[in-house]
């Protein structure tokens, strides 16, 4: 037996694992009129192909159909937000007609025996709170707190997960310091302000979730984490020193604080000055993580020799970012020494090459298999996305999706990779057969 074959042999997953796909509100569901995306997107000039969301795919209203669909693909999972400017339009204001909209949507994904996964903040802030100052006001947090306790009074009887926010660290940079999302300002100091404010949050609302579900009598015992976007920061050279400490640097002010400080309590510098909140400390039950791909690292960026290198190591790219599921790995273990359960929340390819997509699905799990058998206690595997969707400043550029959107039509047509991903979910495994037709 050659070593390929080798490689290539039958892999299985744990009995009970969760399997299925992710989107959001303001991604898939169309007029989210009252956040402050959508009013970014009216100034124009800031989308890259200049389209706008619009009716998007109109699942705030075809979501029964796109249920359907998914139970058809085998999934036993799905991953959506609940938009925080339909409960709350205008501070202190509910909309009861919204609220019970998405109850509508849990109990459809019930009644299909389809498990909900609720995010309660991806990306999107009703307007009047970004009129407040966003996530620089540190009422923020306190709004966020309100707005999580009326969202598990109202539907917390139907909820068995929750992610408090989505990718909080890349939501304050892209927002704050890198100018990429509204407001677009670009001050790293906002940034850390902004991380704080995040990290506090997501600990207020964990306590929040639980606490409101025993004052509720609710018999669910909710499992609440947070939801982290985990970049893998690569040294140019790893023989080189400065390498490896610019991708220490990295790895540390994006992802390592905002983990460490929900398992310690303390917000380390620069985002804070050490405080220890008693609230944040193990404020989770499960980590969610989101992973694509690595960024090479080196301080040494103005070397031409070092960026020839840079681009020799480059892969497979997407339409996106390069594939590289090695990282996935590493990423998934440096969140062993929590002890939480963990679960993929997004991963997943923009591209228009559906056997692309199926290589991405097949390498991305066969890291995941790997990390279990190294003893990651890794319950599910979330694709990123159901649908092609608005993918925020890229527009409808970007084709994430297992099932294809005619955004003209609205007609859903489940690519190849979608019925890959169906037969691997049947099967509880991954198939030597399919490894080979596609690597």
């Given at each position: 037996m050659s070593q390929k074959e080798k490689t290539y042999q039958d892999i299985e997953f744990p009995k009970g694992f969760l399997w299925g796909a992710a989107t959001s509100a303001h991604q898939v569901e169309g007029n989210n009129t009252n956040n402050q995306w959508w009013a970014w997107e009216q100034e124009g000039g800031h989308i890259n192909d200049s389209t706008v969301s619009g009716r998007a795919c109109d699942h705030y209203h075809l979501y029964e159909k796109d249920f359907d669909l998914i139970k058809e693909l085998g999934h036993n999972a799905h991953r959506f937000s609940i938009e925080w400017s339909r409960i709350e339009?205008?501070?202190?204001?509910?909309?009861?007609?919204?609220?019970e909209h998405?109850?509508?949507v849990i109990q459809a994904l019930k009644n299909r025996e389809i498990i909900?996964?609720?995010?309660?903040?991806?990306?999107?802030?009703?307007?009047?709170?970004?009129?407040?100052?966003?996530w620089l006001n540190p009422k923020t947090v306190d709004h966020f707190e309100r707005y999580t306790r009326k969202v598990v009074e109202s539907l917390g009887d139907l909820i068995p997960f929750y992610n408090t926010i989505n990718e909080p660290v890349w939501v304050a940079y892209a927002s704050y310091g890198l100018g990429v999302h509204p407001p677009c300002h670009t001050d790293m100091n906002e940034y850390y302000t902004a991380g704080k404010h995040f990290l506090i949050a997501h600990g207020k609302s964990y306590r929040a979730i639980h606490e409101t579900v025993k004052d509720m009598g609710f018999k669910t015992k909710p499992q609440a984490g947070i939801v982290k976007q985990m970049m893998y920061y690569d040294p140019v050279d790893p023989n080189v020193k400065?390498?490896?400490?610019?991708?220490?640097?990295?790895?540390?002010?994006?992802?390592?604080?905002?983990?460490?400080?929900?398992?310690?309590g303390?917000?380390?510098?620069?985002?804070?000055?050490?405080?220890?909140?008693?609230?944040?400390k193990g404020a989770w039950d499960l980590i969610g993580v989101n992973y694509y791909t690595r960024s090479q690292i080196s301080p040494r960026l103005d070397d031409p020799k070092v960026l020839e290198l840079m681009m020799s190591r480059r892969g497979e790219t997407t339409d996106m970012y390069e594939v590289y599921p090695e990282g996935f790995y590493k990423e998934l273990m440096s969140t062993k020494k929590y002890g939480k359960p963990v679960y993929v929340t997004e991963n997943g390819i923009?591209?228009?090459?559906?056997?692309?997509?199926?290589?991405?699905?097949?390498?991305?799990?066969?890291?995941?298999?790997?990390?279990?058998?190294?003893?990651?206690?890794?319950?599910?595997?979330?694709?990123?996305?159901?649908?092609?969707?608005?993918e925020w400043s890229l527009g409808y550029s970007m084709r994430f999706g297992l099932v294809e959107i005619n955004y003209e039509t609205l007609e859903r047509k489940p690519r190849p990779s979608a019925h890959l991903y169906r037969d691997i979910i049947k099967g509880n495994k991954i198939t030597k057969q399919q490894f080979k037709e596609y690597l």
């Amino acid at each position: 037996m050659s070593q390929k074959e080798k490689t290539y042999q039958d892999i299985e997953f744990p009995k009970g694992f969760l399997w299925g796909a992710a989107t959001s509100a303001h991604q898939v569901e169309g007029n989210n009129t009252n956040n402050q995306w959508w009013a970014w997107e009216q100034e124009g000039g800031h989308i890259n192909d200049s389209t706008v969301s619009g009716r998007a795919c109109d699942h705030y209203h075809l979501y029964e159909k796109d249920f359907d669909l998914i139970k058809e693909l085998g999934h036993n999972a799905h991953r959506f937000s609940i938009e925080w400017s339909r409960i709350e339009p205008k501070e202190g204001l509910w909309n009861e007609r919204e609220i019970e909209h998405y109850r509508k949507v849990i109990q459809a994904l019930k009644n299909r025996e389809i498990i909900p996964m609720v995010t309660l903040h991806h990306f999107t802030d009703p307007i009047w709170l970004a009129e407040k100052g966003g996530w620089l006001n540190p009422k923020t947090v306190d709004h966020f707190e309100r707005y999580t306790r009326k969202v598990v009074e109202s539907l917390g009887d139907l909820i068995p997960f929750y992610n408090t926010i989505n990718e909080p660290v890349w939501v304050a940079y892209a927002s704050y310091g890198l100018g990429v999302h509204p407001p677009c300002h670009t001050d790293m100091n906002e940034y850390y302000t902004a991380g704080k404010h995040f990290l506090i949050a997501h600990g207020k609302s964990y306590r929040a979730i639980h606490e409101t579900v025993k004052d509720m009598g609710f018999k669910t015992k909710p499992q609440a984490g947070i939801v982290k976007q985990m970049m893998y920061y690569d040294p140019v050279d790893p023989n080189v020193k400065e390498d490896v400490e610019e991708a220490r640097k990295m790895d540390e002010l994006t992802n390592r604080w905002f983990l460490d400080g929900i398992h310690t309590g303390i917000i380390r510098e620069p985002f804070g000055k050490g405080e220890k909140l008693d609230y944040l400390k193990g404020a989770w039950d499960l980590i969610g993580v989101n992973y694509y791909t690595r960024s090479q690292i080196s301080p040494r960026l103005d070397d031409p020799k070092v960026l020839e290198l840079m681009m020799s190591r480059r892969g497979e790219t997407t339409d996106m970012y390069e594939v590289y599921p090695e990282g996935f790995y590493k990423e998934l273990m440096s969140t062993k020494k929590y002890g939480k359960p963990v679960y993929v929340t997004e991963n997943g390819i923009a591209t228009n090459d559906d056997k692309q997509r199926c290589r991405y699905i097949l390498t991305h799990l066969k890291e995941v298999h790997k990390a279990i058998s190294d003893g990651l206690d890794l319950k599910g595997f979330l694709y990123w996305s159901l649908m092609d969707n608005f993918e925020w400043s890229l527009g409808y550029s970007m084709r994430f999706g297992l099932v294809e959107i005619n955004y003209e039509t609205l007609e859903r047509k489940p690519r190849p990779s979608a019925h890959l991903y169906r037969d691997i979910i049947k099967g509880n495994k991954i198939t030597k057969q399919q490894f080979k037709e596609y690597l």
